[in-house]
Nanobody, 123 residues
Framework: QVQLVESGGGLVQAGGSLRLSCAAS????????MGWFRQAPEKEREFVAT????????GYADSVRGRVNISRDNAKNTDYLQMNSLKPEDTAVYYC????????????????WGQGTQVTVSS
């Protein structure tokens, strides 16, 4: 079992930055690929970014590529989502998730989910 707790969300003006964190319980964090997804009101949960278990490979949605960086610190059982040049359309609840084996972009592939953290970008 892996328990995930997100933090770092909040209200920011357009053009600003936020860093989200996802703290994982358990001693096997380094075996899991991690992902970030987001869900805006009345919309489907969508992929944002993913990082492999080792941290050596990453993937991004086209909508955030170049503005977002995902990373992880296996010694701290934590992964991060650095978001820059935020836009109002980035407003959503952001979820971190964990999956065994390779990183992936599909939410159905993920085994564990956090409760989410709200990100609101004002124009």
């Amino acid at each position: 079992q892996v328990q995930l707790v997100e933090s770092g969300g909040g209200l920011v003006q357009a053009g600003g930055s936020l860093r989200l964190s996802c703290a994982a319980s358990g001693r096997t964090f380094s075996r899991y690929a991690m992902g970030w997804f987001r869900q805006a009101p009345e919309k489907e949960r969508e992929f944002v970014a993913t990082v492999s278990a080792s941290g050596g490979s990453t993937g991004y949605a086209d909508s955030v590529r170049g503005r977002v960086n995902i990373s992880r610190d296996n010694a701290k059982n934590t992964d991060y989502l650095q978001m820059n040049s935020l836009k109002p359309e980035d407003t959503a609840v952001y979820y971190c998730a964990a999956k065994a084996r390779d990183w992936g972009t599909k939410k159905d592939e993920y085994d564990y989910w956090g409760q989410g953290t709200q990100v609101t970008v004002s124009s």
